[in-house]
C-alpha cells in the first residue's frame, strides 16, 4: 500500500531544459543539464525533477510513441546561473500537492499513479496543473528495487 499525503511545496528557483521527444530522453537530459549547472557554478540544493505537460496518461503515451512528448527536467539550484537557447533558470511554482513516493524501476510507476489518481478522485481533489516526478537517488548507484520516485500532483 503506498502512502499518499497533502503538502505545500514552496517556489523553488530551477535550471531546467525543454523540449520534445521520447520519456526516455529523461536519462541523457538530466545527467546534460546538471553539467550545464555545475559548469556554471551553480549550488544544487534538491533533486531533479520531470514535469509532465500531457494531460492525460493516453495523451503521453501516444506523445512518447510520437516522438513529440513534452519533455522538462529541472534542479533546484541556490542562485541564478546565466541560461542559454536550451537552458532557462526559472521560479518552479509551489502549491497545494497531494505527495507519494513510488520505491522500484521507473517502469513499473504505473501502479502507484493509478492509486494516486484513484485516491485523488475518492477524496474529490482535482488536478490543477502539471504532474512533477522528483529522482530522488541515481539508478547509476542504487539497484533498481531501491529507485525512490516522488511524485508530485498539484490539485485543489
Known amino acids: 500500500m503506498i502512502e499518499i ?8 528557483l530551477v535550471v531546467g531544459m525543454r523540449r520534445r521527444g521520447h520519456y526516455r530522453d529523461i536519462a541523457e537530459m538530466i545527467p546534460t543539464l546538471f553539467k550545464y549547472a555545475v559548469g556554471h557554478g551553480a549550488k544544487i540544493v534538491g533533486h531533479p525533477f520531470f514535469i509532465y505537460h500531457e494531460s492525460s496518461s493516453e495523451e503521453a503515451k501516444r506523445a512518447d510513441e510520437a516522438g513529440n512528448a513534452e519533455i522538462e527536467v529541472c534542479v533546484p539550484i541556490a542562485e541564478k546561473i546565466p541560461e542559454n537557447g536550451g537552458i532557462t533558470c ?24 493509478t492509486r494516486l ?39 485543489s
Open 90 to 113: 526559472y521560479e518552479l511554482s509551489g502549491g497545494r500537492m497531494a505527495r507519494t513516493v513510488h520505491k522500484g524501476p521507473y517502469q513499473e510507476c504505473e501502479s502507484t499513479y
Open 5 to 12: 499525503t497533502v503538502i505545500e511545496e514552496k517556489p523553488q
Open 117 to 155: 489518481f484513484d485516491w485523488l478522485q475518492e477524496n474529490d481533489y482535482q488536478i490543477t496543473g502539471p504532474i512533477r516526478e522528483g529522482y530522488a537517488n541515481d539508478p547509476r548507484e542504487v539497484a533498481p528495487e531501491e529507485i525512490l520516485t516522488i511524485i508530485y500532483v498539484p490539485i
